[in-house]
Nanobody, 114 residues
Framework: QVQLVESGGGLVQPGGSLRLSCVVSGNIFSGNTMGWYRQAPGKQRELVARVTIAGSTNYAISVKGRFTISRAISETTLYLQMNSLKPEDTAVYYC????????WGQGTQVTVSS
């Protein structure tokens, strides 16, 4: 059974940092490109970053240079280090395969506000 459990969100001031984690179960982690997605209020869910099995990464223009995606294969855990956060980064963040599968976790709320 596929399970995606995100954590690490919270309230942070502009310019601050957060590290998100996603524990993945259900045998989908090791064989797939994994990605972090986010959905802001009133907007569609968007891909923020992805990492291949080999470790190659790709980022949305809006977060490039500020966010870093990584994966710990032995732990089947996906990470997203977020630095220099901006109010426009406020959203619920989710992890999933890329392209995304049909199962989604509950997400973790990130709020950037002074």
């Amino acid at each position: 059974q596929v399970q995606l459990v995100e954590s690490g969100g919270g309230l942070v001031q502009p310019g601050g940092s957060l590290r998100l984690s996603c524990v993945v179960s259900g045998n989908i982690f090791s064989g797939n490109t994994m990605g972090w997605y986010r959905q802001a209020p009133g907007k569609q869910r968007e891909l923020v970053a992805r990492v291949t099995i080999a470790g190659s990464t790709n980022y949305a223009i809006s977060v490039k240079g500020r966010f870093t995606i990584s994966r710990a294969i032995s732990e089947t855990t996906l990470y997203l280090q977020m630095n220099s956060l901006k109010p426009e980064d406020t959203a619920v963040y989710y992890c999933n395969t890329f392209p995304n599968g049909i199962y989604w976790g509950q997400g973790t709320q990130v709020t950037v506000s002074s």
